[in-house]
Structures are given as C-alpha cells and as structure tokens.
C-alpha cells in the first residue's frame, strides 16, 4: 500500500490548515461575543439613561424586541458560518459556530421566559356582582 504524503511539495500540509480553521473559528466566536456585548452594553445605557417615569413593562417590551433582533441576527450568522465551515471542511469552525448559535438560541429563550414570567397576561375580568366583606352572597 502507497503511503499518501501529509504535505503536497511546495504546499501548505494538514497543520496548516488546521491552524487557520481555529483560528478563523476564534475569531468569528469573539466578533460574535462582541456583537452580543455591545447590544446588552446598549441596552443597560439607554435603560441607565431613563428618568424612571417611563412605563417599565413598554420600555422592557422595546427591549426584548431589539434582542430579539438582534439575537436572531446572530443565530443566523453562526448557522450560515457554521454552514460554510462544513463546506469548506472546517471541523473547529464548524463547531464553535454550532455551539455559538445554541447558546445564543438559550439567551433567546431566557429572555423571553424572564419577561414572561416578570409581565404575566392580565387575568380576566370579573363579570359577577361584586363580593364586600361580610356580606354571605359571594359566589
């Protein structure tokens, strides 16, 4: 059996390229990190920022929005890199990308489970008579 050479001469071989795979897949991790920093550091200065009469619950909604984006835009762009990493055969990339976007997708979620459980929907209105201590006809 014919024992296939590591390296092509005059080429770059299998350290090389495994080498620039991590490093490209750091790198997109931190722009990614960044991005996200940035948007969560926006937001903690626009809410510093209010005199706090504005309406908690309209200002929260504006921010789960604009993460929503914002985070949505980033799971995108892990899953478009961690496609063209595969296709390019970028195991490293390809990975860290993959892990990007599901704990981006987790941030997601529990953005939303926080404002869900901190803003329940109103409960429904009473349509019976109204109930007064002491008085025995309460339904």
């Not at 200065?45 to 504006?62: H, I, K, V, Y």
């Not at 478009?80 to 990007?100: D, K, S, V």
């Amino acid at each position: 059996m014919k024992r296939i050479p590591d390296a092509v001469p005059g080429g770059r071989g299998r350290g090389f390229r495994v080498a620039a795979d991590l490093a490209a897949g750091t790198a997109l991790l931190l722009l990614e990190g960044a991005a996200l920093a940035l948007t969560v550091l926006a937001l903690g200065f626009r809410r510093w920022g209010t005199d706090g009469s504005a309406d908690l619950r309209a200002q929260d909604r504006l921010d789960l929005t604009q993460s929503t984006y914002v985070l949505g835009g980033l799971i995108a762009v892990a899953v478009l890199a961690a496609a063209l990493a595969a296709w390019r055969r970028a195991a490293f990339t390809t990975g860290l990308q993959i892990l990007a976007a599901l704990a981006l997708a987790v941030l997601l979620g529990q953005a939303h489970s926080h404002y869900d459980t901190r803003y329940p929907p109103p409960s429904p209105p009473r349509t019976g008579p109204a109930c007064f201590s002491g008085s025995n006809d309460c339904p």
